[in-house]
């Protein structure tokens, strides 16, 4: 089992910005090569992809969040941290902290589908006024 503990979230103004967090942690806990990021879901929608550290590093985001969101990973604190800038009434929703856990070959490089997921945070909400 890896836990994820979500912190952050909250009311914004359209055009501000928001950070939240998800920590790593559990018995289960790779410590390294994992994949984790962060998934949305509006009510009566799947989870849709918003950003994820894969294994080695590299990040990746969803098309409707590209140049406004940036993903980050604190490794001294098994933490990642998504920085929302210049947030639109369209991404109020439920972001649920999502975590793969590394491949039996080597580094998780999956990331885009709920699915792929193998663990999942509780959720914060993020609402965004126009």
């Known amino acids: 089992q890896v836990y994820l503990m979500e912190s952050g979230g909250g009311s914004v103004q359209a055009g501000g910005s928001l950070e939240i967090s998800c920590n790593a942690s559990?018995?289960?806990?790779?410590?390294?090569?994992?994949?984790m990021g962060w998934f949305r879901q509006v009510p009566g929608k799947p989870k849709e992809n918003v950003a994820g550290?894969?294994?080695?590093?590299?990040?990746t985001y969803g098309d409707s969040v590209k140049g406004r969101f940036t993903i980050s990973k604190d490794h001294a604190t098994n933490t990642v941290h998504l920085l929302m800038n210049s947030l639109k009434p369209e991404d109020t929703a439920l972001y649920y902290c999502?975590?793969?856990?590394?491949?039996?070959?080597?580094?998780?490089?999956?990331?885009?589908?709920?699915?792929?997921?193998?663990?999942w945070g509780q959720g914060t909400e993020v609402h965004v006024s126009s």
């Open positions: 559990g018995p289960d806990f790779s410590g390294d090569g994992y994949c």
């Open positions: 550290v894969l294994g080695l590093g590299a990040t």
């Open positions: 999502a975590y793969r856990r590394p491949e039996r070959y080597g580094p998780c490089s999956l990331w885009g589908r709920y699915q792929d997921m193998h663990f």
